[in-house]
């Protein structure tokens, strides 16, 4: 038996659409976003480049590739790269406004109010470990949580140690030995913070928290400001406090 198709349901939605990832422009592969209009008309190529910053360099062109990207109510972009230098942010028309140093890449997750912005990081030596936020204003750092932070404030909580290395010392019992992590042990794939409008459907949480989703665990933790762990589901999200 062949299914019949509604053909209504192969047409595209209206409206227009930003398509972002790698394209050749003009002969030259570059990390794009296209506006296409509601008509399918591609009208705006913005070109998106990683710059050096503090001495740091992002990987070639062919293995650098947009990875976190926000568009605000102005219409302008904040972008970061797998493998840049830099959290960027960049006009409606692809003019750079500011960019800021560091590893920052996977997330690029608004604020509710959008003064605010969130992404991941390397820290303490380990790949994607720690959520940062940042001003959308000048894009200066306001916050980290580091993951071996929230281990320090949260002793009891053993899931997130779940990939530091035994020693396998139960007679020694090294308490204050720094430990020992197998390779990406996080490895943090998203931030975002509670909305305060979505805020009273979970009276469990504040505006203030932050569920950050977390590969390596296997289940999204939930932080607050505080960086203490506040529960823990599955699959529903992970509380920790931050």
């Excluded at 659409?17 to 509601?38: E, H, K, N």
């Excluded at 070639?60 to 990875?67: A, E």
């Excluded at 020694?172 to 998203?190: C, M, R, S, V």
């Amino acid at each position: 038996m062949i299914a019949k198709v509604n053909e209504e349901a192969l047409l595209y939605a209206p409206g227009w659409r930003l398509v972002i990832g790698g394209f050749q422009v003009d002969g030259t592969f570059v990390q794009s976003a296209l506006l296409f209009s509601p008509e399918m008309t591609l009208t705006r190529v913005v070109k998106f480049k990683d710059m050096e910053i503090a001495g740091k360099k992002s990987r070639s062109t062919g293995r650098l590739f947009i990875h976190g990207f926000s568009i605000l109510n102005d219409g302008s972009m904040i972008v970061t790269f797998d493998g840049g230098a830099a959290i960027q942010r960049f006009d409606a028309c692809g003019k750079r406004m500011w960019s800021t140093a560091g590893d920052f890449s996977h997330a690029v997750t608004l604020e509710e109010d959008q003064e605010y912005v969130w992404t991941i990081r390397d820290m303490d030596g380990l790949p994607l470990s720690a959520a940062v936020q940042l001003t959308t204003a000048t894009g200066k750092i306001v916050r980290q949580i580091s993951m071996l932070d929230v281990i320090r404030r949260n002793p009891d909580v053993d899931i997130l140690s779940v990939n530091q290395r035994d020693n396998n010392l139960p007679g020694d019992n090294p308490k204050a030995a720094p430990p020992e992590w197998y390779g990406d042990p996080f490895h943090l794939n998203d931030v975002d913070p509670l909305p305060h409008s979505m805020a009273p459907a979970f009276p469990s949480y504040t505006d203030k928290d932050v569920l950050i989703s977390a590969r390596a665990l296997g289940n999204p933790p939930v932080y607050s400001c505080s960086q203490k762990w506040k529960g823990t589901k599955q699959p529903s999200p992970t509380s920790v406090s931050a």
